[in-house]
């Protein structure tokens, strides 16, 4: 009955709180708390493992459609600046600023309170206590426990009570308590730093339209609408911007979801010189920028060099260098034709980030050239220097568009590549920049070049040399099967041969071995039910065309060798025929190349670009400056523990006769301060015997 009567005064209590109290412990909980660190150390580990600030085509294709959808819905692609994020610091700080308001001055009255109202019965219930019994007077005694308690660091204070009482209450550590109020101070003052490296101003004017977004890639900053970029403002932000030798600029690009916002910067930077040196492999090994700063609104102009984790930093602006790139090179060209009947190569001289238009077997096609790269390392299967790894040489990257807006990328290299002991020309192919390139991989003839290659390949698609390569592999099948017995026989069958030789090569050309194995096949079923007549027709295809492509690449070698007949050079060497074999692998594979130009690189004149990453981060500062305080508050709290003692003198019943009561408590690690309230005993021990020996001598006198 009693029990419930208590309960219910209680029950009556809680119910009649006020909201703002029921918020106030709500905000100021330990588990709240607790799981705001929890969410934010999560967020915090997310932001690491997951590289932020790329674009979104680019997390596409790291990721897949499904989890591309997912992680962006989440906000992953720019956790530090996420709206969950961001709204966790806020509860953070509301709820740690509670925390301190709520507890600081309990904090500050138990460092400055000595304790110093507790009685006999109370300090004989703690663990760590000694007791004396003396023929000493008590304010002897109580000399000995105070220089003692001074010699060991304890701050006390003295209270004497009535009834000859003396109690000494001492304390140490007492920063110990300052621990808490540093550590909870500094999570706050980290949280408002990262608040204000949010960026919280551009995502409001983001969310209330001030701000689009620009999608369009490679146009300049003059084609830019003003609602897409960022004047020259005190928040935070990291863009990167690309900057060629010889040129300037004066704004930055920061990343946004699936494209960028331009943000203007108070200064020009002008890149004088960029250099680069590399490792005998070809791979880079150090670069650097010289850039002059114009700081028109200082009148100010001076230059400096930074290199990578060596950045410039000005006006609070930090500027990293970053990256590097091709700034605009020039490129010397020569368009070999793949299909129609067009003989000699066209020479064009392109640069990079620039269009050209070329017309090809009737049609018109765009060519965008996107990069130049001077080193290009791959594995060395040679091994001839003991390197792993090998410079191959400068490749070209660009887009070659139609008009009906399909787009393919390649990739093709200068200098032949070396695969497996053989020389290759690589051109690499792909519909879409989230696919792997596929390589072409065109023979280099005994010049080192691509003459011998595109002169059979010219044979072959050109009407007139192709027909001539068909009719003289037609007349020799005949012969050769013993289907005529007499030449004029074979002349006169073989003009309806080649034709059908003809239109194999051209299905060669077109779809490749596959498909012309595929019609000779379909061809010998529709055309006779006997076997031995299937055979032989299935032999005589096959036969044609073998020959045809073998004519065609005896006319390439012997016009490369200046002679009628390859006879005159009595006949093809063991490389020669190699090549004819690789030759007709990439003669199979041009099909899926999929476009009907191949460019080769000639010459250039390289024009590099340095990669800036420009940010500012006005909250780094008070980051650190939390970050030192969460270090000091933490060492106060682990490091320096807070102890407290009392010695109790007491004037015994008996006459010269003093108690003294010596107790302590510790609430950290109580074995160490069992060892240290021992060494204080003792030392009061000492003390006390020395005083009492004094004492009885004195008397005795």
Excluded at 270 to 280: A, K, N
Aim: net charge neutral.
């Amino acid at each position: 009955m009693s029990s419930n009567n208590a309960a219910a005064p209680r029950r009556a209590h809680r119910k009649g709180r006020s909201v703002s109290a029921t918020l106030l412990d709500f905000l100021g909980s330990m588990n709240l708390a607790i799981t705001l660190l929890v969410a934010l150390g999560i967020g915090s580990i997310i932001g690491t493992v997951l590289v932020q600030e790329r674009t979104w085509s680019e997390h596409m294709i790291d990721f897949g459609p499904f989890w591309f959808e997912v992680f962006r819905r989440l906000g992953l692609y720019d956790v530090y600046s996420a709206s969950w994020y961001l709204a966790i610091l806020v509860f953070l700080v509301i709820t740690t600023s509670v925390c301190l308001y709520r507890h600081t001055p309990s904090v500050v009255k138990e460092m400055t309170r000595f304790r110093d109202h507790h009685q006999e019965a109370s300090l004989r219930a703690l663990s760590n206590r000694r007791e004396w019994t003396l023929a000493l007077a008590p304010e002897g005694a109580r000399e000995a426990a105070a220089r003692t308690l001074k010699n060991k660091g304890f701050r006390f204070r003295d209270k004497s009570g009535g009834g000859g009482q003396m109690l000494l209450a001492g304390m140490k550590g007492r920063s110990n308590r300052l621990g808490y109020i540093f550590t909870h101070l500094a999570i706050v003052v980290i949280c408002v730093g990262g608040l204000i490296d949010g960026d919280l101003l551009l995502k409001w004017n983001e969310w209330r339209g001030n701000l689009q977004i620009e999608t369009r890639d490679d146009i300049p900053v003059s084609q830019i609408d003003d609602s897409k970029k960022l004047p020259v403002r005190p928040g935070s932000f990291r863009g990167t911007t690309s900057i060629p030798e010889g040129r300037a600029a004066n704004v930055t690009f920061l990343p946004l979801r699936d494209g960028y916002v331009v943000q203007e910067l108070p200064f020009t930077i002008v890149v004088e010189d960029f250099r680069i040196q590399h490792y005998p492999s070809g791979q880079p090994r150090s670069y650097e920028s010289d850039l002059k700063i114009i700081d028109p609104e200082r009148d100010k102009t001076f230059h400096e060099t930074i290199r990578v984790n060596e950045p410039l930093e000005y006006r609070g602006y930090s500027i990293y260098q970053a990256s590097f790139g091709d700034g605009g090179s020039r490129l010397d060209l020569r368009i070999w034709p793949l299909a129609g009947d067009s003989e000699a190569p066209e020479e064009l001289e392109a640069r990079v980030f620039s269009e050209a238009r070329v017309g090809v077997a009737g049609q018109e096609y765009t060519l965008q050239f996107r990069d130049f790269e001077l080193t290009n390392v791959r594995p060395d299967e040679l091994q001839e220097s003991g390197r792993r790894q090998r410079n191959v040489g400068p490749s070209f990257s660009y887009a070659l568009r139609t008009r009906d807006g399909r787009t393919l990328e390649f990739e093709n290299y200068m200098l032949p590549i070396t695969i497996d002991g053989r020389h290759y020309y690589l051109s690499g192919m792909r519909p879409s920049a989230n696919q792997p390139f596929r390589y072409l991989h065109i023979p280099a003839g005994p010049d080192g070049g691509l003459d011998r290659f595109m002169t059979f390949l010219g044979n072959l698609r050109q009407s007139e040399p192709r027909r001539e390569a068909a009719t003289a592999a037609a007349r020799y099948v005949l012969l050769e099967l013993g289907m005529v017995d007499e030449r004029e026989q074979a002349r006169q069958l073989a003009g309806q041969m080649a034709m059908s030789a003809e239109q194999m090569i051209r299905q060669l050309l077109q779809e490749g071995f596959e498909a012309v194995s595929e019609g000779i096949e379909a061809r010998v079923m529709a055309g006779s039910n006997d076997p031995e007549q299937q055979a032989l027709l299935r032999d005589f295809s096959h036969m044609l065309l073998e020959r045809t492509l073998t004519n065609a690449y005896h006319d390439a070698v012997a016009r490369e060798q200046g002679v009628q007949s390859v006879s005159d050079l009595g006949g093809l060497s063991e490389d020669d025929r190699l090549f004819y074999e690789e030759a007709l692998a990439a003669l199979s594979a041009l099909p899926a190349y999929g476009t009907p130009i191949f460019l080769e690189l000639t010459g250039f004149e390289q024009i590099q670009s340095t990669g800036l990453m420009i940010g500012r981060a006005p909250g780094a500062g008070i980051v650190y400056f939390g970050s030192a305080m969460l270090v000091l508050g933490l060492f106060l709290m682990f490091y320096i523990p807070h102890r407290r003692v009392w010695a109790l003198v007491t004037r015994d019943g008996r006459e010269g006769q003093t108690r003294i009561l010596l107790a302590g408590v510790g609430q950290r690690d109580p074995k160490a301060f069992g060892r240290e309230f021992d060494k204080l005993a003792h030392e009061l021990d000492l003390r006390l015997r020395l005083a009492a020996s004094e004492g009885s001598e004195e008397g005795k006198t």
